[in-house]
């Protein structure tokens, strides 16, 4: 704003010293021309001068002239003397002509003395009004070539004002596009850095979602690792494999099992302590598990593979609503522990509640089939187990690590990958914008020199504007000012003219007085 304000002062003082130089121009070009018509007035008053001589010898001639008339009456006043000797009777008439003839000769040389008395003060003011109209005309002829300049110089200056004021208005048209594409440069600026913003928080809210996700894997992994949750006999031979003090170990049953959440109570009640047996090769891997559990005095179950039986004949079930299904077929699991289900869950179905439970068994209990009855077990998904004997259990209610934690950590890496992805194109979309207010700024910056060029030649074109104006608007001032001059000058012609004629006039009257006398 400083910046602006100093240049539009500069500016002004620029403006005025452009006038400033522009009368000073006017003031010595008129000086000039005065010069140059004192000039031609000198010129003049030379020629005048020369013409004034001669009229004088002209004139000293005449007085010549007149003195030899005078020489001549004085020689025939001699004669008449002479005459006189003779004439004695009419001397005294001649004496008294002569007389007469002598003062009108006196006369005649008094008013010859004042014609040219007259005549030279008649001549110099001619002479003076002659050089004055000379000069005058002069200066009328200059002050019309001037004026017929001046409107030339009007249309010519008129285009230049319009082409000025095109000029300016271009100038201002342009700097306003560049303008209007700067701000709209800078709004796109603006957005895209509250695009930014909000990304970089959005990101940095997924980045924190994606940590707690990996720090709970690793949660998970390091409770997998500790085997944290499960049996302390799972535990003891779970590091004891790790160890290599027991061999043939194949993991834990719970952990090869993956079942919906929704089953997850009921398959652990239905299970029981089977979901943390361990699995094992065979008889021989089985012993020493036995005897590792003997030494540290705890319990566990062991599933030798190569030891289970053969596969039991399912039974069927009443076909009533409530019911699920069979226990086996709502667990995925590896095709090699599939006999393992079927022998642990050999006829245990998933039902709804104890309601159902207890409908099942009501209509079983009326069935021949008792071996179906009492190998019959009913679970509901709250985890409440019903067997055909009629005995109840209750599981914990709730998932044991052994069957959550691999959907827990399975379901994590989902989410872990999911999210991962959602934090890699976030971080994508980032770089996307940051390369765009890269490259806005950068256009931003272009502009901002594109603009300040614009002002530039938007102020030498108001500039050049204003001085055009200001030199139409003085000349259109100077035309009628010229126009004045020039009539004042006609008239004052004119009235010199008059005066020089009824100067001549009175020359005439006197030459004539003289001719008659």
Same mark, same amino acid.
């Given at each position: 704003g400083q910046l602006r304000s100093n240049l539009n002062e500069l500016h002004a003082k620029s403006a005025e010293l452009h006038r400033q130089r522009e009368n000073t121009s006017t003031e010595l070009a008129v000086s000039e021309e005065r010069a140059r018509n004192l000039l031609d007035q000198e010129h003049k008053l030379k020629s005048d001068l020369a013409i004034i001589s001669e009229e004088f010898s002209l004139l000293e001639e005449r007085r010549n002239f007149a003195l030899g008339g005078v020489e001549s009456l004085s020689e025939e006043f001699a004669e008449a003397q002479q005459s006189s000797e003779s004439l004695n009777d009419s001397f005294e008439s001649r004496q008294e002509e002569i007389g007469k003839i002598e003062a009108k000769l006196s006369e005649l040389r008094r008013e010859l003395l004042n014609l040219s008395v007259l005549r030279e003060q008649v001549n110099s003011r001619r002479t003076e009004s002659r050089v004055h109209?000379?000069?005058?005309?002069?200066?009328?002829?200059?002050?019309?070539?001037?004026?017929?300049?001046?409107?030339?110089?009007?249309?010519?200056?008129?285009?230049?004002?319009?082409d000025a004021g095109s000029a300016l208005e271009k100038a201002r048209k342009q700097q306003g596009e560049i303008e209007q594409t700067l701000e709209g440069v800078q709004q796109e600026t603006k957005q895209k850095n509250t695009d930014l913003l909000r990304l970089s928080k959005t990101l940095a809210e997924d980045e924190t979602i994606l940590e707690r996700l990996r720090a709970q894997a690793e949660v998970l992994q390091q409770a997998e690792e500790s085997h944290a949750g499960y049996s302390q006999g799972a535990k003891s031979l779970l590091e004891s494999f790790g160890k290599q003090q027991v061999k043939g170990l194949q993991g834990l049953l719970g952990s090869n099992l993956r079942v919906t959440e929704e089953f997850e109570v009921a398959i652990s009640a239905a299970l029981g302590d089977y979901l943390d047996g361990i699995l094992l090769g065979g008889v021989k891997d089985a012993d020493q598990a036995l005897e590792l559990l003997d030494k540290k005095s705890e319990k566990g179950? %062991?599933?030798?593979?190569?030891?289970?039986?053969? =596969?039991?004949h399912q039974k069927n079930i009443i076909e009533i609503e409530g019911i699920i299904g069979r226990a086996a077929d709502l667990i995925d699991t590896p095709k090699e522990l599939k006999p393992v289900l079927e022998i642990l869950l050999f006829n245990t179905w998933i039902v709804k509640d104890r309601q159902t439970a207890r409908e099942i068994l009501s209509y079983l209990r009326k069935e021949p089939d008792e071996d179906n009855l009492l190998s019959t077990r009913l679970v509901t998904q709250s985890g409440e187990v019903f067997h055909g004997a009629g005995q109840i259990q209750r599981g914990a209610g709730q998932s044991p690590a052994s069957l959550s934690r691999p959907r827990e950590q399975r379901e994590l890496k989902i989410k872990i990958a999911e999210q991962d992805g959602l934090v890699t194109e976030l971080h994508r979309q980032t770089q996307e914008?940051?390369?765009?207010?890269?490259?806005?700024?950068?256009?931003?910056?272009?502009?901002?020199?594109? %603009?300040?060029?614009?002002?530039?030649?938007?102020? =030498?074109?108001?500039a050049a504007h204003s001085r055009e104006e200001f030199t139409l608007e003085q000349l259109r001032r100077e035309i009628p000012w010229r126009m004045g001059q020039i009539e004042s000058l006609s008239a004052e012609v004119e009235s010199l003219n008059n005066k020089v004629r009824e100067a001549e006039g009175e020359i005439e009257l006197g030459d004539a007085g003289i001719s008659d006398t």
């Open positions: 109209i000379t000069s005058l005309v002069n200066s009328k002829n200059k002050a019309e070539e001037a004026n017929i300049q001046d409107k030339s110089r009007l249309d010519e200056i008129t285009i230049r004002v319009n179950v %062991l599933i030798p593979l190569d030891q289970l039986a053969n =596969k039991h914008i940051e390369s765009a207010i890269t490259a806005a700024m950068e256009r931003e910056e272009i502009l901002s020199s594109q %603009l300040e060029e614009a002002k530039s030649i938007t102020d =030498k074109a108001a």
